[in-house]
């Protein structure tokens, strides 16, 4: 694929993408028949609930497993008194998507919410009720829950092995030539992705075969685990996801909880299922690690940032690794001579972080916005026209030209959108009514990684066909957007393509994170189809019966259903050919993947602009408006891409004004593990929103030059709304969420 | 939960004196069920009690207990005469809830302290004599007024504030006859050692609420409720207000406030202090200085105190401007957009 | 004990044996019944993914004691569409693009069939967001579904002035 990286590898698509069709999946997704892992009830289920540990550090000293299994309807207990091996070790990380697998090891309790038994009955009631009866006993060891008890640690590595510190350019030099030296620091808390489908799992094994139903976003990825820690040859799993009832990066996992599912299962000779209760979400499935951010800004007279510093403190859990790499969000966003950002690590009693939508991108974007808005101020300048004047035209944390970077006019269109010019300089300035009206704005930005994704597309007798990659679909609109790239890739309508993704007997379609998975598996689909029509031309060509006989490859072009020669008006359809050449299936295969080191800066952009109102006697926020305009290269389905723009941008709201998970300090165990407590945004915090984009062709990020849009609307948004805070008030939040008693 | 007998009370002799858990709407009971707080041996199913009328009595209005939050929210009553009781219903959980959650139920309510909700935790309001979780914790949505270092609880409902300031009466039946409580003095406040008396005793039932005719304050009461969230979140201070105002001068007035305190917090000395007094930003002020007095923060939440005092003026303000036709968009809500500058 | 509990669910009269008196109505719906549409996003009256329904309010299924409720008329998102012919919230939930993972979906169409029966939100978005902040969507299809209110709204009073 290297020659994806050169300009001219750019493919001009069909009709199918770029039209903002409906979902495939709508209408199961609104009747209710579109099937989720907890709804599936096969003959003979048993139910299985996890007993949670109620301290943070310590032992389970004793369990009432007589109790519970004195219960009517249970089962079965399953505590680490009896727990079923693992074929590896626990803490074996045989892919980057394997966090540590607690199933019940020992007795020791590492954070609160850690599963410490398993109960299985034959009705959820009872098996609720017979992990309640277990009625732990501990011997209890002091929690240690925030940044400031958790114990410092050095590590060359955030997540994903990325390393945990950069620098570029001379930061001594450039901060003594600088006229001024401007410190931020912003913390942002502990925050909880809660799709709202927790995470579930259906287990059932035919003989040593394993079947099971689970949510899952890297679906290849989760049989590779699992079968690691069964011991088991992947070929012996069956893993369905065919709808994911949100992910947001908590569900790229298997975790404990539902590996003790599969074990129980294959234990008991039945089918049993296990769906954690909205407070178990809180700790075994990852989360959005607390950080401390310190930037300095260094300017020169006319406000040019010359030395750009990014420090981020924040926490792990006490047994595995996952940083959230906020300071890396500085890297490539805006111009500085010189650049240096670093990552400083706790250990806290706390269960392991893990990406979460924008994940590094989403903290750091919010801590940099702010500290080029403190800047902006203090050269009395525009906050857009700060930024503009530090655009970055090249990346300056590796030097590289971007693969396209269309940052400009999403400013110029969202700022128009919104109406921004006029802004008065300093804050509360406008009003409506009594509320105190402020608008702020902040760059989006988010990097487009690949991952490798494989797909087959089937041509059939009868014209249509089948694709087939294991694609994850948590909301993004896989089952949509894929499809119409594939139809692309093989030259028919999309009506006529036959989707068959979400299980893992399919081609492995990579994962769906990073935003990079419409790119990935939409590539893979689309070399499929291409493989397909290759041969498809093939076989036309070379037969003296085609009016394409002797057309040769580079002279017929595919579109519906037809091949059609590019010299003259003749053509033949997909239907006659494979009939001619007796063929009831014609199957192409596509691969995907970026390799070799990239030559350019790949990112998509974008420019959000806010618009607040504050009660100045109250403090309560309220984002009035909400403008943003992205550029994000080829977008495959217009109407999906605006979604997802629109849930990163409320994400934004729900950061900069809800989001926080509270652990109470003495015992580590959550106060507001709910969503009474844990607050996400509400339709009525949404009044008005709107996202754009911006046309971008990108000939160097992969052939079909598709960026990606799930998590960028996260980023910049959260900035943006900080900064409409202080444009209102003249307060500038130093943390998140923003509570009403910090603005009066 | 706990395995439980269940019974449905067909008529109000058959509930009255019943051992057993009172089942209304269940919206808090069951959430308490499941959480492991509550766990009772019997549940007595009320919910069909004839006890659903909202009638106009010698006086005022009478709310059955069984009337759900959604009802009495949208009964033309109560619209027309105490539509600062309608507005804090509708600002209060979500529709769904409303439509399920019944008057009495709402009274009856456990406070969302989140130390009383983890069994795990010791509470004296959940376990006498276990302690306070809550002291020295997460504090944020305790109490300033009224708490004591046995317990620092606020009471959540937001209808109970309005109807506190309406001088609202429970009506009570039980085994020893019926009783009437005024609404203000319904929750106990905590002793030193967090608990206060019981507001039911065993085998009694809340039956109805009356509520006695506002006069002249009707169409000059508003509720008015700070949260995070635009919508569906508990308040983290509230205040109801009605006032009446002739020729200028204030001649009745009402303040209670919610969210600060193990009940409803009615405001008698700024009340008091109102009458006879324009109806001014500056007579408002000095009467939520009044309203706060001897609070004082239970923890981490000195904030509170200011923002009850804002949010006392802020309602008391809205009362005075009157209210407006139609409950706004946003029920109780600083963007409700009735707030001129 | 057992308890036979007597639900019309989507219109045709159901008889349940419930072995134990806890069962929710939801996870009747969901264990006992088969209707899996309905979803279980908290358990607690604090999502509004469960919404159903029950003798014409929306309501929560998850905080509904199943025994409570003997007798009732029970909707689901099941119930909704006609044959082949989707509901017009259904309809105007897919035209706007008002969901994404879907997981919320059922919740919220079954709680904006009940807020436009209610006849309060009309077509004021403001009354609509309100109205409808009972039911929460991670993936934030709020605009989305604010407007698929809207148009259902504005479709169903069209559908019944022409029909009267």
Redo the contacts between chains.
Sequence with gaps: MADMMTAGGHVRLGSNAGQGLTRRDGVLKVTGGAGYAADCRPEGLLHAVTASAGIARGRVTHLDVAAAEAHPGVVKVYTHANALPLALSPDNKIHPFVWRMDALQSDEVRYAGQPIALVVAHSLEAATEGARLLAPQYDAQPARVTLDDAEPYETDTTAFGRPSGHSSGDIEAARAAADSHLTTTVETPSQYHNPLEPHAITAQWHGDQLEIDTPNQAIGLAKQTIAAFLGIDPSQILLRSPFLGGGFGAKAIVFGAQFLTILAARDLGQPVKMVLRRDQMYGPVGHRAPTRQTLQLDLDAEGHILALEHDTITTTSTFDQFLESASNASHSVYATSALRTEHHARRADIGTPGPMRAPGEASGSAALEIAMDVAAEARGMDPLAFRRLNYAKIDPSTGLAFSSKALEECYAKAAEAFGWEGRPLAPRQMREGRLLKGWGMGTAQFPCPMFQAAAHATLRADGSAVIETSAADMGQGAWTALAQIAADGLGIDVDKVEFRSGRSDLPDAGVAGGSGHTATAGNALFNAGADAVRQMVDLATNDPASPLFGAGNLGVTARGGRLHRNDDDRSESYEDILARAGLELLRGEGKASREGTPERAMFSHGGVFAEVLVDPDLGQIRVSRLIGAFAAGRIINPRLARSQLLGGMIWGIGFALHEEALHDARTGRFVNNDFAGYHVPVNADVPMIEAMTVHEDDPFVNALGIKGVGEIGVTGTVGAIANAVWHATGIRPARFPIHPESLI | MNRFEYERAGTLAEAIGAEGAFLAGGTNLLDLMKIGVQAPARLVDISRLPLTEIEPVEGGLRIGAMVRNSTLARDPQVLAKYPALAEALLSGASAQLRNAASTGGNVMQATRCSYYQDPLSPCNRRNPGSGCGALGGETRNHAVLGWTEGCIATHPSDMCVALAAYDAVVEISGPEGARSVAMAEFHPLPDAQGAGDAPLAAGEIITHIRLPDPGAMARHARYVKLRERTSFAFAIVSAAAALAVEDGRITQARLALGGVAARPWRCRTAEAALLGQPATIETFTRAAELALEGASPSGANEAKIRLARKIAIRALERAAAGTPERLPALPASLFAGDDNG | MT?NLNLTINGTAQQIAL??????LL?VL??RV????????????????C?VL?DG????AC???A??YDGAEIT???G??KGET?HPV??A???H?G????????GQ?M?AV??IA?G?AGL???????????????????????EAVLEATREMSAQEGTSA
């Design positions: 308890f072995d134990d008196p806890r069962v929710t996870d969901r264990e088969g209707l899996t549409g309905t979803k279980k996003g908290c358990d607690r009256g604090q999502c509004g993914a919404t029950i309010q929306r309501m929560n905080l509904a004691l025994l409570s689901t998102i099941e909704l569409a989707l259904q309809a939930f897919v035209a693009d969901f994404q993972c879907g997981y919320c979906t059922p169409i709680s009940g807020l209610e309060e004021d978005p403001e009354r609509v967001r309100e109205g409808m902040s009972g039911n929460l969507c991670r993936c934030a299809a709020y605009a989305g579904i604010t």
